[in-house]
């Protein structure tokens, strides 16, 4: 058998969101949108930045899913769309919507430890009064009647939406999906009578773009 070698090393309590200060960029999207954190707030909100509190909840703006929903958000903001956010964890999207000039806009999480930093994010950036928000299961959620419904979510769970959706106009922006999962997911929509109108990339993620038929 072959020895272990074990050595202890005495690692010191570090203000992590200190660290964060020293690291985190902003995040500049189609010129349209900022995504700042939260430190950088002066004195009043701005309709093109959005605030974030790094913190346990996923959605900064730097991983690729939220970048591309939120081009997306950009791309469909002529249009006063009503915006349903499955899955919003920070609230990132949701207040990006707002700033792009979004109406009832609704977010759904399940999990209750996003719920400090979700409050903490829609109060710094004006818009608590605005986004209308559920703390149930996604997966039980059935009003898609919505213009725009965003899931970035994980791919079983976003399967799983799939099935739970009957007859709406709503125009959905599936992500949280790798490359890898195109075909698969293509299948399975258009198994369930979806169109797919884009798929983009970002490095080895995708978002699809797609509605009932």
């Known amino acids: 058998s072959t020895p272990f070698?074990?050595?202890?090393?005495?690692?010191?309590?570090?203000?992590?969101?200190?660290?964060?200060?020293?690291?985190?960029?902003?995040?500049?999207?189609?010129?349209?949108?900022?995504?700042?954190?939260?430190?950088?707030?002066?004195?009043?909100?701005?309709?093109?930045?959005?605030f974030i509190r790094p913190g346990m909840s996923f959605g900064t703006g730097h991983h690729e899913t939220t970048s591309l929903m939120v081009e997306t958000l950009v791309d469909y903001s002529e249009n006063s769309y009503s915006l349903l956010d499955l899955g919003s964890g920070s609230g990132i999207l949701s207040i990006a919507g707002y700033k792009l000039g979004y109406k009832n806009i609704h977010a759904v999480e399940f999990d209750l430890d996003c719920e400090d930093d979700f409050k903490f994010n829609t109060n710094l950036n004006g818009c608590s009064e605005n986004i209308k928000v559920s703390w149930?299961?996604?997966?039980?959620?059935?009003?898609?009647?919505?213009?725009?419904?965003?899931?970035?979510?994980?791919?079983?769970?976003?399967?799983?939406?799939?099935?739970?959706?009957?007859?709406?106009?709503?125009?959905?922006?599936?992500?949280?999906?790798?490359?890898?999962?195109?075909?698969?997911?293509?299948?399975?929509?258009?198994?369930?009578?979806?169109?797919?109108?884009?798929?983009?990339?970002?490095?080895?993620?995708?978002?699809?773009?797609?509605?009932?038929?």
């Not at 570090?14 to 707030?41: A, C, Y």
């Not at 799983?160 to 709406?168: A, V």
């Not at 790798?178 to 978002?207: T, V």
Request: net charge negative.
């Open 136 to 213: 149930s299961d996604v997966l039980t959620w059935n009003d898609f009647n919505f213009d725009i419904v965003l899931a970035n979510i994980e791919k079983n769970i976003i399967k799983k939406i799939i099935y739970n959706i009957g007859d709406t106009r709503a125009r959905f922006i599936f992500s949280g999906l790798l490359k890898e999962d195109k075909n698969e997911m293509e299948d399975i929509l258009i198994a369930n009578k979806f169109s797919i109108n884009k798929i983009a990339s970002k490095n080895e993620w995708i978002a699809i773009d797609c509605n009932k038929e």
């Open 5 to 50: 070698n074990l050595k202890w090393d005495f690692i010191p309590n570090e203000d992590w969101h200190l660290m964060w200060k020293e690291n985190f960029t902003p995040v500049q999207i189609r010129g349209r949108i900022e995504i700042l954190p939260d430190w950088s707030f002066k004195n009043s909100p701005c309709e093109n930045k959005v």
